[in-house]
């Protein structure tokens, strides 16, 4: 098992619809996520990073906390073609590194 | 400078010989990482830099692979007798004081092993 879960994907959803990626985590003691958006080709960018437990918003992205389930979660609110992208899973577990999870694959479509 | 700057961009390399990537942090930042991103999956781990002292370096697959931060900006992954497995994209990160802050990526480099 690896320690940061995610669906590959991929997501498809319509233009304007909220979307939402999910990621698991093993190591209990995890403290902070980071999610990170890569378009093809390119280097992985920070959205967003959450400590606590419930949410934590910022413009059309929510970020969801829920250390109970080890879960972390991530909304985009009015999907936009242009989040059409891999959207990477991120957690403190354990090292002095981040660890990744594979990604997400979203696709808006038009 | 203004973001993490990575070089070569891209680099073919014949099976069996020795590559050397460089990555220039965002001046300050303390912490260095080094990651190998193969073809469709997630970042994976391969070492640690704070200042000039490399901290993990668990993740590095083979002992042909060595990094260096000599003077505590400027670092060096240096992979040895390149096998093809060694194919992919290696991304240097920087921090301004460890993994709470979440990374700066550079743009990569991409390694093509022939």
């Known amino acids: 098992q690896k320690e940061v879960e995610q669906n590959s994907g991929p997501l498809s959803v319509p233009e304007g619809a909220i979307a939402s990626l999910n990621c698991t985590y093993s190591?209990?003691?995890?403290?902070?996520f980071f999610w990170y958006r890569q378009y093809s080709g390119k280097s992985p960018e920070l959205i967003m990073f959450i400590y606590s437990n419930g949410d934590k918003e910022d413009g059309r992205f929510t970020a969801q906390l829920n250390k109970a389930s080890q879960y972390v979660s991530l909304l985009i609110r009015d999907s936009q073609p242009s989040d059409s992208a891999t959207y990477l899973c991120a957690g403190d577990t354990g090292r002095r590194a981040l660890t990744f999870g594979s990604g997400t694959r979203l696709q808006v479509q038009p | 400078g203004a973001g993490v700057s990575q070089s070569p961009r891209y680099k073919v390399a014949k099976r069996g010989q020795d590559v050397a990537l460089r990555c220039d942090p965002i001046?300050?930042?303390?912490?260095l990482f080094w990651y190998q991103q193969a073809l469709g999956q997630g970042p994976e781990f391969l070492t640690y830099f704070q200042n000039e002292a490399q901290l993990d370096k668990s993740g590095l697959p083979s002992d042909r692979f060595f990094a260096e931060r000599p003077e505590g900006s400027v670092s060096t992954l240096k992979i040895q007798r390149t096998q093809q497995e060694d194919s992919a994209v290696y991304l240097c990160?920087?921090?301004?004081?460890?993994?709470?802050?979440?990374?700066?990526f550079g743009s990569g480099t991409r390694l093509t092993v022939v």
């Open positions: 001046s300050g930042h303390v912490s």
């Open positions: 190591d209990r003691g995890s403290q902070s």
């Open positions: 990160a920087s921090s301004l004081g460890g993994q709470f802050y979440g990374y700066t």
